[in-house]
């Protein structure tokens, strides 16, 4: 591991900024990273001229456009046109310079919708997608291909990883384009300063699981040592719970006291998203931090960088 150079893309988001941490704590690795300032991971040529100068042997693709439902749903040209680009341009830089490792950050959303559970890795392009992400789960199946034709064409050594929904530290908070878990946060968290109720979308009865990005991290830097192959693995908890129990428990931490509606008129998503860890399991792996723990560390970082004059958050 010691001759590692270890390029990890999207390394200021969150799932970036947990895997620098983690991987610049492991001390053998050396760690590269970008910004959009000197790096931009949509323009071929700037990709392709940073990789033939830093060469690093190893990449991890977690740069992506992401959001929630409502952002998929109004922006599909965006999720599908900025995804297929980096990860495209991604790849073809790690295969000019002959990277030996690629791990690409795909998604539990490229499933079907109603995909038998849990969900095995062969499950893939087995069924409808659902509908209200599908433009970013088409680009991510894309990706995921892009990986087996070099696998295939060239004999790479790459690998996808399918994560499930992931929270913590540095999550996107943003009313119109988060993930349910921090969107339930802030606004659990504005009623309690508002004193006011809080409606979300469906009817609560979809399944999810949910997993700290921390615990995602340990789980790459473990694929990475360990994981030999070059078929997907799943990465997640290996079990579930409604998002009425979700909202519940993030309630019962927030400290929120007054009324939840629930507006079916909004769309629910998937019924039900568990994946199967065996996989991940077989290697001697378990997320470490439970789901409580979790969402109180999130909700305390959350609101020491909340900005009570803009409410924006101060990153």
Avoid at 49 to 58: A, M, T, W, Y
Avoid at 143 to 163: A, C, H, I, N, T
Avoid at 170 to 180: E, G, L, P, T
Wanted: proline fraction near 3%.
């Amino acid at each position: 591991m010691s001759d590692m150079k270890v390029y990890i893309a999207g390394s200021t988001g969150m799932v970036g900024r947990s895997l620098v941490k983690r991987f610049t704590s492991e001390g053998s690795l050396e760690v590269l990273t970008s910004n959009s300032k000197d790096l931009d991971l949509l323009n071929n040529s700037d990709v392709t001229n940073f990789f033939i100068k830093h060469k690093p042997n190893v990449v991890i693709d977690a740069a992506a456009k992401v959001g929630g439902i409502y952002a998929n749903s109004t922006n599909p040209v965006d999720f599908l046109i900025d995804n297929l680009t980096i990860q495209n341009n991604l790849m073809t830089a790690a295969h000019q310079i002959d990277c030996s490792k690629f791990i690409f950050l795909s998604s539990s959303c490229v499933y079907p919708k109603l995909a038998k559970q849990p969900i095995k890795e062969s499950y893939l392009l087995t069924g409808e997608l659902e509908k209200t992400n599908q433009a970013y789960a088409v680009a991510k199946i894309a990706g995921m291909k892009l990986v087996e034709g070099f696998q295939s064409q060239y004999d790479r050594k790459w690998f996808s990883v399918m994560p499930t929904n992931l929270y913590g530290e540095f999550d996107n908070f943003a009313k119109d384009s988060s993930h349910v878990l921090p969107a339930m946060i802030r606004k659990f968290h504005e009623a309690k300063i508002n004193n006011d109720d809080v409606t979300l979308w469906g009817d609560g009865k979809p399944l999810r699981e949910f997993l700290h990005v921390n615990d995602l991290a340990d789980a790459i830097l473990l694929l990475l040592i360990k994981y030999k192959e070059n078929e997907p693995v799943n990465i997640g908890v290996g079990e579930d719970l409604s998002i009425l129990e979700l909202s519940t428990l993030i309630k019962d931490v927030v400290g929120f006291t007054g009324e939840i509606h629930w507006d079916q008129t909004k769309p629910n998503g998937t019924p039900r998203k568990l994946l199967d860890i065996s996989k991940l399991k077989n290697l001697g792996w378990e997320p470490k931090i439970d789901l409580r723990q979790g969402i109180t560390s999130t909700y305390k970082w959350f609101v020491s960088k909340l900005d009570s004059k803009s409410n924006d958050l101060k990153i």
